[in-house]
Structures are given as C-alpha cells and as structure tokens.
T-cell receptor
Framework: GENVEQHPSTLSVQEGDSAVIKCTYS??????FPWYKQELGKRPQLIID?????GEKKDQRIAVTLNKTAKHFSLHITETQPEDSAVYFC????????????FGTGTQLKVEL | KAGVTQTPRYLIKTRGQQVTLSCSPI?????VSWYQQTPGQGLQFLFE???????NKGNFPGRFSGRQFSNSRSEMNVSTLELGDSALYLC??????????????FGPGTRLTVL
C-alpha cells in the first residue's frame, strides 16, 4: 500500500526564518496531497493542498511544491511566527481510494523568539 | 456551516468493554472517514463510509467496525477493548464524490482511555 515518509521529525527555527518540511510518497498513482496543522490538543486543520496537475501552490506565507517524477512534495513557510508552532502532517491519496488519506509521521515545528 | 462534531469528547473504559463513538459531518458532506491517532503510530486510517456504505477499510482488526446513517452521521464501535486501543479517534468529513479531489475536515476527536 501507499507509504508516506516525512522529514524532519522536529524543526526549530528563529522567528522570521523560513521552514521547509519534505514528504515522499511511494504510490505513483497518488494525485492529491494535503497538509494539515495540528496544535496541541486540537484537531488537524487543512492549511493547503495540491493536486497532481499543479507543480506549486501558494497561500500567503505558505507554499507547497510537488515533484511527481521524484514522488516528493514539500511545505514551505516563510516569515515564520510563534503561532506557526505546531505539528504538521503531510498526506496523500489516490483515485479509486475514496477519501482515504495516508499520512506522514508529522513534523514538530517550533518557532523561537 | 457548522463544523464536524464528535461525541463524546472523552471516554474512559476498561479492558474487555466495548465503546461507540459518534461523528456528525458538515452539512452536505456524505463521506465520513475515521482515523486513530497515537504518539507511536501517528494518524492511521480505519475506514471510510459514503452513502451508508463502507468504501474503504484500513488494516485494523475486526473489533473495529462502523456504520453510517441516512443523514450521513457515522458511528464507530470497538469491541473487547485492549490497552493499545487508547488513542485519539478522529473523524473527517468530505463531499466524497467519486473521482473528485476531496478536501477533508476533521472533528475535534474523541479521546479514549482504556484502563
């Protein structure tokens, strides 16, 4: 079945710096790649997603890039702020898989003042 | 629109008991997926229901089951609870249309503790 690897598991940056989280998927049929942010004690929240027919997508300080050939996608956060501190999960799904999402193991991002 | 709701929010059970969790999706959403979240295993897919039918199933034992009602509300049941079933159980709501890219939105989860 699909496997999604996520790196790094922890990431510490200074406020204002950029943060990059990388994920690799195994099933070349995967075509939808969402990113979720989960603050402590709260539900995962969808922050951005990308479809396989797009190479990059931006939403203010957040961007996601997709390399289908290499089967990896990345989350980029610019001008990090303390409120960006959370666990970030990448996920993948494929056609015919219904709404099944296969998640990466998560990245604990800490933005230090 | 109201978000995804789950009840109860917290549960404490003992080994061998059974438990039923409930999820009400966003109005108009027909797909409900269930996930188990633990520190060691992360987010793992349990199953998905769409239009009252199980459309997908993860690699969990038969003690884990679910159903969906005509109003799209879903329940999951865990029988013969084990200590390892302690986890946060999350449901996710989506439009569910086959072939579409389906954004999914999570509920707040039910924290199950098995003693």
């Amino acid at each position: 079945g699909e496997n999604v690897e996520q790196h790094p598991s922890t990431l510490s940056v200074q406020e204002g710096d950029s943060a990059v989280i990388k994920c690799t998927y195994s099933d070349s049929a995967s075509n939808y790649f969402p990113w979720y942010k989960q603050e402590l004690g709260k539900r995962p929240q969808l922050i951005i997603d990308i479809r396989s027919n797009v190479g990059e997508k931006k939403d203010q300080r957040i961007a996601v890039t997709l390399n289908k050939t290499a089967k990896h996608f990345s989350l980029h956060i610019t001008e990090t702020q303390p409120e960006d501190s959370a666990v970030y999960f990448c996920a993948a799904s494929k056609p015919g898989g219904g709404n099944k999402l296969t998640f990466g193991t998560g990245t604990q991002l800490k933005v230090e003042l | 629109k109201a978000g995804v709701t789950q009840t109860p929010r917290y549960l404490i059970k003992t080994r061998g008991q059974q438990v039923t969790l409930s999820c009400s999706p966003i109005s108009g959403h027909r797909s409900v997926s269930w996930y188990q979240q633990t520190p060691g295993q992360g987010l793992q897919f349990l199953f998905e229901y769409f239009s009252e039918t199980q459309r997908n199933k993860g690699n969990f034992p038969g003690r884990f089951s679910g159903r969906q009602f005509s109003n799209s509300r879903s329940e999951m049941n865990v029988s013969t609870l084990e200590l390892g079933d302690s986890a946060l159980y999350l449901c996710a709501s989506g439009i569910g249309t086959s072939g579409a890219y389906n954004e999914q939105f999570f509920g707040p989860g039910t924290r199950l503790t098995v003693l």
